[in-house]
Protein backbone atom coordinates (compact mmCIF):
# COMPACT_ATOMS: atom_id res chain seq x y z
CA UNK A 1 0.00 0.00 0.00
CA UNK A 2 2.80 2.79 0.95
CA UNK A 3 4.64 1.56 -2.40
CA UNK A 4 1.20 2.26 -3.95
CA UNK A 5 1.55 5.62 -2.82
CA UNK A 6 4.72 6.23 -3.65
CA UNK A 7 3.70 4.96 -7.15
CA UNK A 8 1.12 7.68 -7.65
CA UNK A 9 3.38 10.82 -6.60
CA UNK A 10 6.13 9.59 -8.89
CA UNK A 11 3.42 9.56 -11.71
CA UNK A 12 2.35 12.95 -11.13
CA UNK A 13 5.99 13.78 -10.83
CA UNK A 14 5.90 17.58 -11.23
CA UNK A 15 9.04 17.22 -13.58
CA UNK A 16 7.26 15.36 -15.48
CA UNK A 17 4.45 17.52 -16.20
CA UNK A 18 6.69 20.34 -16.86
CA UNK A 19 8.86 17.92 -19.53
CA UNK A 20 9.46 18.77 -22.91
CA UNK A 21 7.99 15.90 -24.91
CA UNK A 22 12.04 15.11 -25.89
CA UNK A 23 13.14 14.97 -22.03
CA UNK A 24 9.90 12.41 -21.72
CA UNK A 25 10.75 10.64 -24.55
CA UNK A 26 15.04 10.13 -23.43
CA UNK A 27 13.56 9.47 -20.29
CA UNK A 28 11.55 6.28 -21.43
CA UNK A 29 12.02 2.97 -19.70
CA UNK A 30 14.08 0.81 -21.64
CA UNK A 31 14.74 -2.20 -19.74
CA UNK A 32 12.19 -5.16 -18.21
CA UNK A 33 13.10 -5.52 -15.03
CA UNK A 34 12.81 -1.46 -14.33
CA UNK A 35 9.18 -1.86 -15.87
CA UNK A 36 8.61 -4.92 -13.53
CA UNK A 37 10.11 -3.16 -10.47
CA UNK A 38 8.51 0.32 -10.98
CA UNK A 39 5.11 -1.13 -11.00
CA UNK A 40 5.75 -3.82 -7.76
CA UNK A 41 5.77 -6.33 -9.97
CA UNK A 42 8.04 -9.79 -9.60
CA UNK A 43 11.19 -9.99 -12.29
CA UNK A 44 10.10 -13.87 -12.17
CA UNK A 45 7.64 -13.18 -15.28
CA UNK A 46 10.72 -12.30 -17.33
CA UNK A 47 11.31 -15.93 -18.74
CA UNK A 48 14.14 -16.45 -21.71
CA UNK A 49 11.88 -15.80 -24.20
CA UNK A 50 11.23 -12.52 -22.70
CA UNK A 51 14.57 -11.97 -22.76
CA UNK A 52 14.90 -12.97 -26.85
CA UNK A 53 12.20 -10.78 -27.42
CA UNK A 54 14.15 -7.65 -25.61
CA UNK A 55 16.98 -8.31 -27.37
CA UNK A 56 15.06 -8.30 -30.74
CA UNK A 57 13.13 -5.51 -29.88
CA UNK A 58 14.19 -3.90 -26.93
CA UNK A 59 11.75 -2.36 -24.43
CA UNK A 60 10.61 1.12 -24.92
CA UNK A 61 7.92 2.97 -22.68
CA UNK A 62 7.64 6.51 -21.36
CA UNK A 63 6.53 7.98 -18.26
CA UNK A 64 3.03 9.22 -19.36
CA UNK A 65 2.01 5.62 -20.00
CA UNK A 66 3.73 3.91 -17.55
CA UNK A 67 1.51 6.02 -15.17
CA UNK A 68 -1.60 5.22 -16.49
CA UNK A 69 -0.69 1.29 -15.78
CA UNK A 70 -2.43 -0.41 -12.52
CA UNK A 71 -0.19 -0.85 -10.16
CA UNK A 72 0.73 -4.77 -9.43
CA UNK A 73 -1.39 -5.80 -12.28
CA UNK A 74 0.67 -8.42 -14.61
CA UNK A 75 -2.33 -8.63 -16.27
CA UNK A 76 -3.19 -4.85 -16.93
CA UNK A 77 -3.93 -4.41 -20.45
CA UNK A 78 -1.28 -1.06 -20.90
CA UNK A 79 0.87 -3.25 -19.66
CA UNK A 80 0.66 -6.29 -21.80
CA UNK A 81 1.38 -4.34 -25.18
CA UNK A 82 5.16 -3.08 -23.82
CA UNK A 83 6.06 -6.01 -22.10
CA UNK A 84 7.84 -8.71 -23.41
CA UNK A 85 6.34 -12.50 -22.93
CA UNK A 86 7.58 -16.02 -22.63
CA UNK A 87 5.58 -16.33 -26.12
CA UNK A 88 8.27 -14.27 -28.03
CA UNK A 89 10.63 -16.86 -27.85
CA UNK A 90 8.67 -19.54 -29.23
CA UNK A 91 8.71 -19.56 -33.06
CA UNK A 92 5.38 -20.34 -34.75
CA UNK A 93 4.24 -21.88 -37.96
CA UNK A 94 2.76 -19.18 -40.56
CA UNK A 95 3.95 -15.91 -38.16
CA UNK A 96 6.19 -14.32 -40.16
CA UNK A 97 8.19 -11.49 -39.99
CA UNK A 98 6.77 -9.41 -43.04
CA UNK A 99 3.22 -9.94 -43.33
CA UNK A 100 2.69 -6.82 -45.45
CA UNK A 101 4.87 -7.27 -47.89
CA UNK A 102 5.67 -3.61 -47.71
CA UNK A 103 9.21 -4.05 -48.87
CA UNK A 104 7.76 -4.60 -52.46
CA UNK A 105 5.62 -0.88 -52.54
CA UNK A 106 8.84 1.47 -52.46
CA UNK A 107 8.08 4.10 -54.83
CA UNK A 108 11.16 6.30 -55.02
CA UNK A 109 13.35 6.47 -51.18
CA UNK A 110 11.04 7.15 -48.27
CA UNK A 111 7.33 6.68 -50.50
CA UNK A 112 5.20 3.86 -50.30
CA UNK A 113 2.77 3.30 -52.72
CA UNK A 114 -0.13 1.12 -53.13
CA UNK A 115 -3.26 3.15 -53.56
CA UNK A 116 -4.06 5.11 -55.97
CA UNK A 117 -4.52 8.18 -54.37
CA UNK A 118 -2.73 8.25 -51.30
CA UNK A 119 0.89 7.34 -50.28
CA UNK A 120 2.86 6.82 -47.14
CA UNK A 121 5.67 8.68 -46.45
CA UNK A 122 8.24 7.09 -44.17
CA UNK A 123 9.79 9.62 -41.94
CA UNK A 124 11.46 8.19 -39.33
CA UNK A 125 11.55 4.59 -38.59
CA UNK A 126 11.96 5.41 -34.80
CA UNK A 127 8.79 5.09 -32.33
CA UNK A 128 8.17 6.49 -28.57
CA UNK A 129 6.83 3.27 -27.47
CA UNK A 130 7.70 -0.10 -28.51
CA UNK A 131 4.55 -2.50 -28.74
CA UNK A 132 4.79 -5.79 -28.83
CA UNK A 133 2.52 -6.80 -31.53
CA UNK A 134 3.69 -4.32 -33.76
CA UNK A 135 4.25 -5.82 -37.28
CA UNK A 136 7.56 -3.20 -37.76
CA UNK A 137 9.32 -4.92 -34.56
CA UNK A 138 10.92 -7.10 -37.69
CA UNK A 139 11.85 -4.07 -39.93
CA UNK A 140 15.75 -3.00 -38.77
CA UNK A 141 15.00 0.65 -40.00
CA UNK A 142 17.55 3.22 -39.40
CA UNK A 143 16.47 6.79 -39.49
CA UNK A 144 14.12 6.95 -42.84
CA UNK A 145 15.45 10.46 -43.02
CA UNK A 146 16.02 11.82 -46.40
CA UNK A 147 19.04 13.18 -48.26
CA UNK A 148 17.78 16.59 -49.84
CA UNK A 149 18.09 14.87 -53.52
CA UNK A 150 15.85 12.27 -51.97
CA UNK A 151 13.41 14.86 -50.26
CA UNK A 152 13.20 16.44 -54.01
CA UNK A 153 12.69 12.76 -55.74
CA UNK A 154 9.67 12.52 -53.18
CA UNK A 155 8.45 16.06 -53.97
CA UNK A 156 8.57 15.17 -57.89
CA UNK A 157 6.92 12.12 -58.16
CA UNK A 158 4.25 13.04 -56.46
CA UNK A 159 3.76 16.24 -58.33
CA UNK A 160 4.10 13.79 -61.50
CA UNK A 161 1.47 11.52 -59.86
CA UNK A 162 -1.36 13.84 -59.53
CA UNK A 163 -3.75 11.39 -58.67
CA UNK A 164 -2.37 11.29 -55.46
CA UNK A 165 -4.24 14.11 -53.46
CA UNK A 166 -3.38 12.82 -49.87
CA UNK A 167 0.01 12.34 -48.21
CA UNK A 168 0.16 10.19 -45.09
CA UNK A 169 3.42 10.79 -42.85
CA UNK A 170 4.01 7.07 -40.98
CA UNK A 171 6.73 5.91 -39.84
CA UNK A 172 7.77 4.55 -36.87
CA UNK A 173 6.11 7.40 -36.22
CA UNK A 174 6.55 10.46 -37.73
CA UNK A 175 5.76 12.46 -34.69
CA UNK A 176 9.52 11.21 -32.92
CA UNK A 177 10.81 13.94 -35.71
CA UNK A 178 11.72 17.56 -34.62
CA UNK A 179 9.19 20.18 -35.57
CA UNK A 180 11.70 22.15 -37.21
CA UNK A 181 11.92 19.75 -40.30
CA UNK A 182 7.88 18.20 -40.17
CA UNK A 183 7.34 22.20 -41.14
CA UNK A 184 9.59 21.84 -43.65
CA UNK A 185 7.77 18.64 -45.31
CA UNK A 186 4.44 20.49 -44.91
CA UNK A 187 5.56 22.90 -47.11
CA UNK A 188 7.36 21.01 -49.56
CA UNK A 189 4.14 18.99 -49.61
CA UNK A 190 2.03 21.72 -49.95
CA UNK A 191 3.31 22.99 -52.77
CA UNK A 192 2.29 19.92 -54.80
CA UNK A 193 -1.28 21.28 -56.69
CA UNK A 194 -2.71 18.07 -56.47
CA UNK A 195 -2.49 17.69 -52.44
CA UNK A 196 -5.19 18.62 -50.59
CA UNK A 197 -4.77 16.68 -47.17
CA UNK A 198 -2.14 15.80 -45.38
CA UNK A 199 -2.54 12.91 -42.38
CA UNK A 200 -0.06 12.19 -40.04
CA UNK A 201 -0.43 8.27 -38.35
CA UNK A 202 0.91 8.99 -35.05
CA UNK A 203 0.65 7.12 -31.48
CA UNK A 204 2.63 9.92 -29.95
CA UNK A 205 -0.18 12.05 -28.40
CA UNK A 206 -1.12 9.52 -26.89
CA UNK A 207 1.68 7.93 -25.52
CA UNK A 208 3.38 11.55 -24.55
CA UNK A 209 0.55 14.10 -24.44
CA UNK A 210 3.05 16.85 -24.38
CA UNK A 211 3.90 15.98 -28.06
CA UNK A 212 1.03 18.16 -28.93
CA UNK A 213 2.66 21.75 -28.30
CA UNK A 214 3.22 25.12 -29.34
CA UNK A 215 5.30 24.11 -32.61
CA UNK A 216 3.20 21.30 -33.92
CA UNK A 217 0.25 23.15 -33.16
CA UNK A 218 2.24 26.07 -34.96
CA UNK A 219 3.17 24.23 -38.67
CA UNK A 220 0.03 22.41 -38.73
CA UNK A 221 -2.52 25.49 -38.55
CA UNK A 222 -0.22 27.42 -40.90
CA UNK A 223 -0.42 24.39 -43.97
CA UNK A 224 -2.86 24.92 -46.72
CA UNK A 225 -3.45 21.54 -46.24
CA UNK A 226 -6.40 19.99 -44.52
CA UNK A 227 -4.39 18.03 -41.86
CA UNK A 228 -6.24 14.34 -40.67
CA UNK A 229 -4.48 12.86 -37.32
CA UNK A 230 -5.35 8.95 -37.00
CA UNK A 231 -3.88 7.85 -33.64
CA UNK A 232 -3.56 4.79 -32.09
CA UNK A 233 -5.50 3.78 -28.80
CA UNK A 234 -6.34 0.08 -28.12
CA UNK A 235 -7.77 0.17 -24.87
CA UNK A 236 -10.38 3.21 -22.74
CA UNK A 237 -7.45 3.61 -20.32
CA UNK A 238 -5.27 5.04 -22.61
CA UNK A 239 -7.09 7.73 -22.74
CA UNK A 240 -6.33 10.23 -19.12
CA UNK A 241 -7.17 14.03 -18.88
CA UNK A 242 -3.63 14.95 -20.76
CA UNK A 243 -4.40 12.77 -23.53
CA UNK A 244 -8.23 14.76 -23.32
CA UNK A 245 -6.16 18.01 -22.96
CA UNK A 246 -4.25 17.15 -26.20
CA UNK A 247 -6.94 16.21 -28.55
CA UNK A 248 -8.56 19.60 -27.59
CA UNK A 249 -5.29 21.44 -28.81
CA UNK A 250 -5.47 19.09 -31.91
CA UNK A 251 -9.41 19.77 -32.80
CA UNK A 252 -9.19 23.64 -32.09
CA UNK A 253 -6.67 23.25 -34.26
CA UNK A 254 -8.82 21.95 -37.39
CA UNK A 255 -7.56 18.41 -37.04
CA UNK A 256 -9.68 15.46 -38.06
CA UNK A 257 -9.04 13.03 -35.45
CA UNK A 258 -9.64 9.09 -36.05
CA UNK A 259 -8.70 6.00 -34.35
CA UNK A 260 -6.94 3.22 -35.28
CA UNK A 261 -6.74 -0.16 -33.33
CA UNK A 262 -5.43 -3.54 -33.42
CA UNK A 263 -7.78 -6.46 -31.90
CA UNK A 264 -5.12 -7.57 -29.53
CA UNK A 265 -5.82 -11.13 -27.04
CA UNK A 266 -6.08 -10.15 -23.71
CA UNK A 267 -6.08 -6.04 -24.36
CA UNK A 268 -9.56 -5.64 -25.75
CA UNK A 269 -10.94 -8.70 -27.23
CA UNK A 270 -14.64 -8.04 -25.50
CA UNK A 271 -17.52 -6.41 -27.00
CA UNK A 272 -17.44 -3.85 -23.37
CA UNK A 273 -14.05 -3.25 -23.72
CA UNK A 274 -14.40 -2.21 -27.42
CA UNK A 275 -17.57 -0.55 -26.38
CA UNK A 276 -15.88 1.77 -23.36
CA UNK A 277 -13.18 2.44 -26.18
CA UNK A 278 -15.48 3.86 -28.55
CA UNK A 279 -17.67 5.48 -26.69
CA UNK A 280 -14.14 6.73 -24.61
CA UNK A 281 -12.84 8.29 -27.96
CA UNK A 282 -16.09 9.87 -29.11
CA UNK A 283 -15.88 11.71 -25.53
CA UNK A 284 -12.18 12.71 -26.40
CA UNK A 285 -13.11 14.27 -30.03
CA UNK A 286 -11.62 10.84 -31.99
CA UNK A 287 -14.15 9.18 -34.48
CA UNK A 288 -12.86 5.50 -34.39
CA UNK A 289 -11.58 4.51 -37.59
CA UNK A 290 -10.03 1.52 -38.22
CA UNK A 291 -10.20 -1.98 -36.10
CA UNK A 292 -7.36 -4.10 -37.48
CA UNK A 293 -7.85 -7.81 -37.70
CA UNK A 294 -4.88 -9.27 -36.49
CA UNK A 295 -1.64 -10.06 -38.58
CA UNK A 296 0.21 -13.37 -37.96
CA UNK A 297 3.62 -11.62 -36.66
CA UNK A 298 6.40 -13.44 -35.70
CA UNK A 299 6.65 -13.41 -32.10
CA UNK A 300 3.31 -11.92 -31.55
CA UNK A 301 0.93 -15.25 -31.02
CA UNK A 302 0.21 -14.79 -28.15
CA UNK A 303 -2.19 -11.51 -29.22
CA UNK A 304 -3.71 -13.46 -31.90
CA UNK A 305 -7.57 -13.52 -31.89
CA UNK A 306 -9.47 -15.37 -34.98
CA UNK A 307 -11.18 -13.65 -37.18
CA UNK A 308 -14.67 -15.27 -36.05
CA UNK A 309 -14.41 -13.60 -32.42
CA UNK A 310 -13.55 -10.52 -34.09
CA UNK A 311 -16.18 -10.67 -36.48
CA UNK A 312 -18.73 -11.50 -33.78
CA UNK A 313 -17.35 -8.50 -31.50
CA UNK A 314 -17.89 -6.05 -33.92
CA UNK A 315 -21.40 -7.20 -34.50
CA UNK A 316 -21.99 -7.13 -30.97
CA UNK A 317 -20.86 -2.99 -31.34
CA UNK A 318 -23.35 -3.24 -34.19
CA UNK A 319 -26.14 -3.69 -32.14
CA UNK A 320 -25.00 -1.91 -29.09
CA UNK A 321 -23.41 1.68 -30.77
CA UNK A 322 -24.40 4.36 -33.26
CA UNK A 323 -22.81 3.74 -36.69
CA UNK A 324 -20.54 6.25 -36.03
CA UNK A 325 -18.47 4.60 -32.80
CA UNK A 326 -18.51 1.17 -34.83
CA UNK A 327 -14.71 1.10 -36.54
CA UNK A 328 -14.30 -0.60 -39.73
CA UNK A 329 -13.05 -4.12 -39.26
CA UNK A 330 -9.87 -4.33 -42.07
CA UNK A 331 -7.02 -6.57 -43.18
CA UNK A 332 -4.55 -5.32 -45.38
CA UNK A 333 -3.82 -7.84 -48.36
CA UNK A 334 -0.72 -7.65 -50.33
CA UNK A 335 -1.93 -6.63 -53.93
CA UNK A 336 -5.64 -4.93 -53.53
CA UNK A 337 -6.86 -1.57 -54.25
CA UNK A 338 -7.37 -0.42 -50.43
CA UNK A 339 -7.38 -2.12 -47.45
CA UNK A 340 -10.00 -5.48 -47.18
CA UNK A 341 -13.20 -4.78 -45.34
CA UNK A 342 -13.95 -8.22 -43.12
CA UNK A 343 -17.73 -8.97 -43.74
CA UNK A 344 -19.73 -9.08 -40.27
CA UNK A 345 -22.66 -10.30 -41.48
CA UNK A 346 -25.97 -9.20 -39.65
CA UNK A 347 -27.56 -10.25 -36.21
C1 LIG B 1 -3.36 1.77 -44.79
C2 LIG B 1 -2.58 2.34 -45.86
C3 LIG B 1 -2.96 3.54 -46.48
C4 LIG B 1 -4.17 4.31 -46.04
O1 LIG B 1 -5.33 3.63 -46.33
P1 LIG B 1 -6.72 4.27 -45.92
O2 LIG B 1 -7.70 3.20 -46.22
O3 LIG B 1 -6.91 5.50 -46.73
O4 LIG B 1 -6.64 4.60 -44.46
C5 LIG B 1 -2.20 4.01 -47.51
N1 LIG B 1 -1.10 3.36 -47.94
C6 LIG B 1 -0.71 2.20 -47.39
C7 LIG B 1 0.49 1.50 -47.92
C8 LIG B 1 -1.43 1.66 -46.31
O5 LIG B 1 -1.01 0.53 -45.76
S1 LIG C 1 3.84 3.00 -32.19
FE1 LIG C 1 2.91 2.03 -33.98
S2 LIG C 1 4.60 1.59 -35.40
FE2 LIG C 1 5.50 2.01 -33.36
S3 LIG C 1 5.72 -0.01 -32.39
FE3 LIG C 1 3.73 0.81 -31.74
S4 LIG C 1 2.27 0.00 -33.25
FE4 LIG C 1 4.32 -0.23 -34.12
Not at 229 to 236: A, D, E, G, Y
Not at 265 to 286: C, K, M, R, Y
Request: aromatic content about 6%.
Amino acid sequence: MIQRTAVRIEAHNPDNERATWQTLLARSVTRPETLLQRLGLDSRLLSDGAHTGHAAFPVRVPEPWLARIRYGDPADPLLRQVLPLADEGEPRPGFVSDPLQEADATATPGLIRKYRSRALLMVTGQCAINCRYCFRRHFPYEDHRLTPTQREDVISTLTASPEINEVILSGGDPLAVNDRLLAQWASALSSVPSLTRLRIHSRLPVVIPQRVDDALVGWIEQSRLDVVMVVHINHPAEIDDDVRTAMNRLKSAGVTLLNQSVILQGVNDHPDTLQALSEALFAAGILPYYLHAFDPVAGAHHFDVSDDRARAMVRELQARLPGYLVPRLVRELPGRPGKTLLDVGME
